[in-house]
């Protein structure tokens, strides 16, 4: 074993404190997730306390509690109607925020997300296609399966044809994705054209602007699987997503084979943006914006980044869906709505910061 140098033994303490303040900082936005998951679940059209609220949850979770607290109809919008909504928000939240974490990543380039790579796109067209032609064409398979398979191919098609037409690189991987992202957008926008079925039509237009209004318990259960787990494979490849920023050269270097790093990121981010399109519909900026306020938080090193951006992200939704749905009642703004509208001035401020540097540490 080589000895240890005092530059390292000098840098030793500034990691333990940098990484004991990550997890504090993880802390705060888990219990802050917790209050505003809470607050979220009682308001709407029906109001329910906060109090009411967390005694149905503690009932319903650990059989504590008097239910002669609350009626019928209040454990009823709770726990089925609004809790459902608040899960699927935080999964649909993290999964956006990590696919833009590797997004910026494999391209090291500041401004990717999964809408300029494509991935969108390609999901958005396969759950497209199976709403407006219906299930048989994909062999019955439900609407995830479709959105995952638009999802890879868009990102096969990218790198593809950025390797096929000359030197790899981040700038034209972000030019191809770009491109083809907006063919695969014109193609959605032909199907829906040209569908027959004008309730498939107008399920297909809302879906796009994207919704999570359609959650149940009964849906939840595969999707949680797949967002959860790709979400810890990504924080487990952080160490090789820090690799990559620094070129394939140094990737190598160090041991970590390049192309098999981006192969597996490039499964995951389809895996996550394919269930998560299928599940809320095209939600825009949020792959974008969250990865770089958790970088003004915690800095570039992914082992800190990716985590507190899955976090971040999921307390973004939550918040996001409870503004759609408190802003105009008794109507309900469509979530990638909000999201677009928030999004630009946030992005064009985050820009304007000079500490918002790729890379910076």
Same mark, same amino acid.
């Given at each position: ?18 990484? &004991?303040?990550?997890?504090?900082? %993880? !802390? ?24 009411? !609220? ?10 504590? &509690? ?18 459902? @909504? ?11 925020? =990590? ?18 790579? &494509? ?20 062999? +019955?398979? #439900?609407?995830?399966?479709? *959105? ?6 868009? %990102? ?8 096929? =037409? ?13 491109? /083809? ?42 999707? =949680?699987?797949? %967002? ?14 820090? *690799? ?37 519909? !095209? /939600?825009?900026?949020?792959?974008? /914006? ?16 990716? #985590? ?5 992200? *999921? ?9 759609? @749905? ?9 979530? +990638?709505?909000?999201?677009? =509208?928030? +999004? ?18």
């Amino acid at each position: 074993m080589p000895p240890v140098t005092a530059a390292e033994r000098d840098r030793a303490p500034a990691r333990r404190r940098s990484g &004991g303040r990550t997890a504090a900082l %993880l !802390v705060v936005l888990v219990l802050g997730g917790l209050v505003l998951a809470v607050v979220a679940v009682g308001l709407g059209s029906v109001r329910i306390p906060p109090d009411i !609220v967390a005694r149905i949850l503690v009932h319903r979770l650990t059989g504590m &509690g008097d239910s002669g607290h609350w009626t019928l109809s209040q454990d009823d919008i709770v726990w089925n109607l609004r809790l459902p @909504r608040v899960l699927l928000a935080v999964l649909v939240g993290a999964a956006l925020s =990590t696919v833009g974490v590797i997004a910026q990543a494999v391209t090291r380039n500041p401004l990717a997300d999964p809408f300029v790579l &494509g991935i969108s796109s390609g999901a958005a067209l396969g759950a497209v296609a199976w709403l407006v032609l219906g299930a048989s064409v994909f062999g +019955g398979a #439900p609407v995830g399966v479709a *959105a995952f398979c638009g999802a890879l191919l868009a %990102l096969l098609a990218v790198t593809g044809f950025v390797r096929l =037409t000359g030197t790899f690189s981040s700038s034209r991987l972000v030019l191809a994705g770009i491109v /083809i992202g907006t063919g695969f957008a014109g193609v959605t926008n032909f199907l829906i054209f040209r569908a027959s079925d004008h309730a498939a039509t107008n399920s297909a237009l809302f879906w796009l602007l994207g919704s999570l209004s359609g959650a149940r318990w009964d849906q939840l259960l595969l999707p =949680t699987v797949v %967002l959860v787990g790709g979400v810890v494979a990504v924080v487990l490849l952080a160490p090789r997503l820090n *690799a990559l920023l620094f070129g394939d050269a140094t990737a190598a270097a160090l041991g970590i084979d390049p192309d098999r790093t981006r192969l597996a990121l490039y499964v995951v981010a389809a895996g996550l943006t394919g269930t998560a399109v299928a599940l809320s519909g !095209v /939600i825009a900026f949020v792959g974008l /914006i969250v990865p770089h306020a958790a970088r003004l938080l915690v800095g570039s090193d992914h082992r800190r980044l990716a #985590p507190v951006a899955a976090v971040l992200g *999921a307390v973004f939704m939550i918040a996001v869906d409870l503004l759609g @749905r408190t802003l105009m009642p008794p109507e309900e703004l469509p979530v +990638g709505v909000v999201t677009a =509208t928030l +999004g630009a001035p946030v992005f064009l401020l985050l820009m304007a910061r000079r500490s918002v540097r790729f890379g910076e540490s």
